[in-house]
């Protein structure tokens, strides 16, 4: 009975050591790096004079443990004269210095521009946002600090309506992009539509529109 008890315990200590073993490493995992931290905020401020004539701050670093991004550190920017906020870091297929400038930029740009024609078209929509990748490359860099038009994005426009998919929502859709085209806003990219309940849940798969 005693070795029995013995053999349990051990078991139990074992059990007990990695799961304390996976939670450090967890924890670990999860707390960023100082020295890359300082690291990449020194690249920042290099990159920033040199390609930057705004005043800016780097108010804070991003670390990136769940690769969600081309980067593990990132440097947060604020353009002042603007307020937009941006990323600065090293590029993992470039290994040189970027940004999402021009990315964060345009992207309120044509939420400004579009918010009017949002809410008169879609009169059940709760929110809505404009998407564009940032994994696009120099063009939406501070490297090539055009307008959207000049580079010819292809932007992802996102709207919620709070409620089923109709019969008349393609249709609807599509007239909304006839008046970004009448605008000179966009020429190219594409439309969701998203059914989400105010609660958050999703009703419907999205309607997506390519122009």
């Given at each position: 009975?005693?070795?029995?008890?013995?053999?349990?315990?051990?078991?139990?200590?074992?059990?007990?050591?990695?799961?304390g073993?996976?939670?450090?490493?967890?924890?670990?995992?999860?707390?960023?790096?100082?020295?890359?931290e300082?690291?990449?905020?020194?690249?920042?401020?290099?990159?920033?004079?040199?390609?930057?004539?705004?005043?800016f701050?780097?108010?804070?670093?991003?670390?990136?443990?769940?690769?969600?991004?081309?980067?593990?550190?990132?440097?947060?920017?604020r353009?002042?004269?603007?307020?937009?906020?941006?990323?600065?870091?090293?590029?993992?297929?470039?290994?040189?210095?970027?940004?999402?400038?021009?990315?964060?930029?345009?992207?309120?740009?044509?939420?400004?521009?579009?918010?009017?024609?949002?809410?008169?078209?879609?009169?059940?929509?709760?929110?809505?946002?404009?998407?564009?990748?940032?994994?696009?490359?120099?063009?939406?860099s501070?490297?090539?600090p055009?307008?959207?038009?000049?580079?010819?994005?292809?932007?992802?426009?996102?709207?919620?309506?709070?409620?089923?998919?109709?019969?008349?929502?393609?249709?609807?859709?599509?007239?909304?992009?006839?008046?970004?085209?009448?605008?000179?806003?966009?020429?190219?990219?594409?439309?969701?539509?998203?059914?989400i309940?105010?609660?958050?849940?999703?009703?419907?798969?999205?309607?997506?529109?390519?122009?």
């Amino acid at each position: 009975m005693k070795r029995g008890i013995m053999v349990f315990l051990a078991v139990l200590g074992a059990i007990v050591l990695l799961i304390g073993g996976i939670i450090v490493v967890f924890i670990i995992s999860m707390t960023p790096d100082a020295e890359k931290e300082e690291k990449v905020t020194k690249q920042a401020e290099e990159y920033m004079s040199k390609h930057f004539d705004h005043e800016f701050k780097i108010y804070d670093t991003l670390f990136d443990n769940m690769g969600n991004f081309e980067f593990e550190y990132a440097a947060k920017v604020r353009d002042i004269e603007d307020e937009i906020d941006f990323l600065v870091y090293e590029s993992g297929t470039t290994s040189s210095m970027t940004d999402t400038y021009a990315s964060e930029k345009w992207t309120k740009q044509l939420e400004e521009e579009l918010e009017r024609d949002v809410r008169e078209t879609f009169k059940d929509s709760h929110r809505f946002f404009v998407y564009l990748d940032p994994r696009e490359g120099p063009k939406l860099s501070l490297e090539h600090p055009g307008t959207y038009e000049e580079a010819e994005i292809e932007p992802a426009i996102h709207i919620e309506v709070a409620r089923e998919r109709n019969d008349e929502d393609e249709e609807l859709v599509n007239g909304f992009v006839d008046v970004m085209k009448e605008r000179d806003l966009l020429t190219d990219g594409k439309v969701f539509l998203d059914y989400i309940a105010n609660g958050g849940e999703i009703l419907d798969d999205s309607l997506i529109v390519e122009f």
